[in-house]
């Protein structure tokens, strides 16, 4: 046997490499159909009853949640959050465009745009969706949406656009692969960081953020 045919064996064997026509066609056609398993019924409902279900969900699981009806009232609502829980008023903001265009022209706030560094406290992100059935945010990693913003501070502070609060995985996933390109890396998060492995003591914060704070936005204009 040649060096290529050898090295092409490995490649297949490792699922690297070119695959087979056959192989080839099958992938791309699974990929066009997107097949489902069961959907819970649950969450088949209403914008409305979507957004309530959301936070019904989410707040179940150790989070907060706050709505808001325009993008002016965010800088104020994270001002009283942050003033709320005697936490620092300082916040580190994600670099993505929706985030840059907020004005947080409020002196109870200091704020700086980029990454998250170890000393930061608090953080704002965007999430790309919401998932009703769980209560779960989809965040994206991209230059715009950095995932260290997603893990780094105690206090994670989550902008969602209402009208991105989908029914079902299946349909947050929909939603994404319809906005090109795909991502390297998706985080699904439900609820604050948090462990009981440890005599079954509920520990919050355990490998991520101790607080979750959801900002609901209705306003898509």
Known sequence: MSRAAILTAIQ????????????????TARLASHPRGPIPARAQLSLPARIALFTTYAEREFATVQRLATAAEIPAAIAAYLARLQLPPTLTISPHPTLQAIPFNIPALQV????????DPTCLTL??????????????SGP???TTNNLLADNSIILLPAARI??????????LRATPPLPRN???ITGPSRSADIEQSLELGAHGPRRLHILILDDQG
């Open 12 to 27: 297949r064997g490792l699922r690297r490499g070119p695959l087979p026509v056959d192989q080839q066609a099958m992938l």
């Open 112 to 119: 700086r745009h980029g990454t998250t560094l170890p000393a």
């Open 127 to 140: 999430a790309f969706a919401g998932i009703a059935e769980t209560g779960t945010l989809l965040l994206p």
């Open 144 to 146: 715009q949406t950095p």
């Open 166 to 175: 989908t029914a079902s995985y299946e349909d947050a996933f929909d939603l």
């Open 186 to 188: 998706i985080m699904l």
